[in-house]
């Protein structure tokens, strides 16, 4: 395999408006700050947002939010970034909330390439209205389908060229769940190792999921 880092001015290309990002983090921890600042560079637009919450105003997806980049978010919550409660009033900005163990396990079904799963979680509640109800052995299931992205933007700790990812405690969170959810997934680590400095028994998110590692040097700068 050849290496795969590139600089973050190579990441451009894979912006375009429309498209659908898949951004790991909580609340800001584990969001690729670099990643997301080329996003903002580049001026697409229209972004559909799928990512576990919204951050904070000014960090994290917040900014996307907040200049009015991001035309529907995909989250478990938005009470951190009172920009997308604003914009979801004002009807500038789509908001799909979704409880965090259903929205983890639909971005795994998009990566395993099932095409949904059942589930009692929500049923009752506003989280299953417009949604199939299926119906096993008398108890009511809501129908979650499968979420899938053209990109996913992932936060790592350490990467090799080939592009195997480890993560730091809390900040692993959606990361790698999203590398199997995404056309392209491109990494932002804090830093890059030899290839082999990694034991395969520590290596998280294989090489085989990654297309592009951004050069960490650039996150310092």
Request: hydrophobic share 45%; charged share 20%.
């Amino acid at each position: 395999m050849k290496s795969k880092k590139k600089m973050l001015s190579d990441t451009i290309p894979y912006f375009h408006d429309g498209m659908t990002i898949m951004v790991g983090g909580f609340m800001g921890v584990g969001s690729p700050p670099n990643l997301l600042r080329a996003v903002m560079d580049s001026g697409v637009k229209d972004i559909t947002l799928i990512c576990n919450d919204t951050a904070f105003a000014d960090t994290g997806v917040g900014p996307l939010i907040t200049h009015g980049r991001v035309s529907k978010v995909i989250a478990s919550h938005i009470g951190t970034n009172p920009e997308t409660g604003r914009r979801m009033i004002s009807g500038e900005l789509a908001v799909e909330l979704v409880p965090q163990g259903t929205l983890a396990e639909r971005i795994r079904c998009g990566g395993a390439g099932i095409g949904g799963f059942l589930t009692q979680t929500g049923v009752g509640t506003v989280v299953q209205e417009g949604k199939q109800i299926i119906r096993q052995e008398g108890i009511e299931y809501l129908l979650e389908l499968p979420l899938h992205a053209d990109l996913a933007l992932i936060k790592a700790d350490k990467a090799d060229a080939l592009g195997n990812l480890t993560y730091q405690l809390s900040a692993r969170n959606f990361n790698p769940l999203i590398a199997f959810a995404a056309d392209t997934v491109i990494a932002e680590p804090r830093v890059m190792v030899g290839i082999g400095d990694i034991p395969p028994d520590c290596v998280i998110t294989p090489a085989a999921l990654v297309d592009i590692v951004v050069y960490p040097m650039e996150a310092s700068s």
